[in-house]
Nanobody
Framework: EVQLVESGGGLVQPGGSPRLSCAAS????????MSWVRQAPGKGLEWVST????????DYAESMKGRFTISRDNAKNTLYLQMNSLKSEDTAEYYC??????????????WGQGTQVTVSS
């Protein structure tokens, strides 16, 4: 059974730099691209970032470029999202998602339960 378990969210001050983690199990982690997707209160899902199976190809939503960094440790079956310079508009539930292939395809076949990030002073 595929499982994705996010952690690292919480209450963060504006300008803060939390790191989200996603522990993966139940599939061959380094065979797949992985992504982060978020959902702000009252809004739809918003794609955040994706990286390919070996982490050498990354892509970010325009508003996250230069502030967020996606990475992975295939030896630990773990995906990360380093978030810097957080703003109130980054408040959202952040989900880890498994892409359907080795390279980014914006199609997902497994999701984590999410971790809430609230940016507030």
């Amino acid at each position: 059974e595929v499982q994705l378990v996010e952690s690292g969210g919480g209450l963060v001050q504006p300008g803060g730099s939390p790191r989200l983690s996603c522990a993966a199990s139940g599939f061959t982690f380094d065979d797949y691209a992985m992504s982060w997707v978020r959902q702000a209160p009252g809004k739809g899902l918003e794609w955040v970032s994706t990286l390919n199976w070996n982490g050498r190809k990354t892509d970010y939503a325009e508003s996250m470029k230069g502030r967020f960094t996606i990475s992975r440790d295939n030896a630990k079956n773990t995906l990360y999202l380093q978030m810097n310079s957080l703003k109130s508009e980054d408040t959202a539930e952040y989900y880890c998602a498994k892409d359907t292939g080795s390279y980014p395809d914006r199609a997902y076949d497994a999701w984590g339960q999410g971790t809430q990030v609230t940016v507030s002073s």
